[in-house]
DNA sequence: AAACAGGCCTAAA
DNA sequence: TTTAGGCCTGTT
């Protein structure tokens, strides 16, 4: 796959990738499909996922994850950060769609089509392997919101009811050392447990409600995850929306970045407005076929970078 | 100050 | 099947 010419060594306490292609930190986390991540000042992404904290920093052809083993990278960072995934066959796919035959019969690729230049805007962009529970209550909160405010809140929801980061067992000597004050995501036990009021206290406004009632599902077994990421795409979006405040957006977000469904579409007012310009009567993605959302990923960010650059004149 | 933010719910055509 | 308001709250 996508790992084929991927070199790991160590470094230290860290681990480097190297060989690697369409991987590039700050267009993966700074594209609104992950809330727990920050760039420090050096460059470096720091967040926490899958219960530990993860720093990575782009180098020349890779990049270095600090306080990491390659036993580490390979077990949990690899899914995680969409390496698994083979971006160089996705990227053909993609780009034979906006290939048309010339009167000659060869290929004659599109140079202005829309999703050809947004894939060269993007070429770092990856779509990362989260949590599906997590991607729930992450895009539940994110809905009439802003990425702001929208980290602040989960921010508060992880101090609030997540389990401090567990101290480092003996097996592990160079994982990250942990700081007071990190915290793993809720389980849902802990979520649907509290207080409705509890939560409107963290500021989710309306939403905490919508949260509540989604953990409660997720615990009680009204929502089964695992069974969701059995059915088809279409099947799962249908269940997902079965919890209030989950309508067609949530849920392909949550299908998108939660369970691996790259079919999945989310139409936000961004891709909404980006698809009435330039692909005019289109309801959906499926022009964009199996990698849709993918698809989706290059246009929205390449139509925000090109709203930042146009508001940065002004 | 009023509008807006990566929507969704409800009521009503 | 589609459309119009309202909704928590912080930011501009």
Same mark, same amino acid.
């Given at each position: ?87 160089? *066959?996705? +990227? /053909?796919?993609?780009? %034979? ?7 000659? !019969?060869? &290929?004659? #690729? ?103 009632? *989604?953990? +409660? /599902?997720?615990?009680? %077994? ?7 990421? !059995?059915? &088809?795409? #279409? ?80």
């Amino acid at each position: 796959m996508g790992k084929n010419m991927e070199k790991i060594e160590q470094i230290g306490q860290n681990t480097r990738i190297l060989g690697l292609e369409y991987f590039d930190p700050d267009r993966i986390f700074d594209c609104g499909q992950c809330f727990r991540f920050d760039r420090r000042p050096d460059g470096a992404w720091s967040g926490i996922a899958l219960g530990r904290r993860l720093q990575i920093r782009a180098i020349p052809g890779g990049i270095e994850i600090a306080d990491c083993t390659p036993e580490r990278y390979r077990t949990l960072w690899r899914d995680y950060l969409g390496l698994s995934d083979d971006y160089r *066959a996705i +990227r /053909a796919e993609l780009a %034979g769609l906006v290939e048309d035959r010339g009167p000659d !019969g060869k &290929d004659r #690729a599109c140079e202005d089509d829309p999703l050809r230049r947004a894939m060269e805007a993007g070429q770092g962009i990856r779509i990362l392997r989260q949590p599906p529970f997590e991607t729930l209550i992450s895009f539940l909160i994110s809905q009439n919101n802003n990425i702001g405010r929208i980290k602040k809140n989960i921010a508060a929801l992880c101090r609030a009811y997540g389990d401090p980061l567990p101290p480092l067992g003996p097996s592990d000597p160079l994982d990250p050392p942990v700081v007071p004050g990190d915290y793993a995501f809720p389980i849902p036990e802990r979520l649907a447990a509290a207080g409705a009021d509890g939560l409107r206290g963290l500021g989710l406004g309306y939403r905490a409600d919508y949260v509540r009632d *989604a953990a +409660r /599902a997720v615990a009680d %077994g009204t929502l089964n995850l695992s069974a969701v990421s !059995g059915m &088809d795409t #279409a099947d799962a979006a249908r269940a997902l929306c079965e919890i209030r405040g989950v309508g067609p957006k949530v849920a392909a977000c949550v299908l998108l970045f939660g369970f691996g469904r790259s079919d999945a579409f989310p139409m936000d007012v961004w891709v909404k407005r980006l698809m009435a310009k330039y692909y005019p009567g289109d309801r959906d993605g499926r022009r964009f076929g199996r990698y849709a959302g993918i698809a989706q990923q290059y246009l929205f960010y390449y139509e925000r970078y090109l709203a930042d650059r146009e508001g940065a004149l002004h």
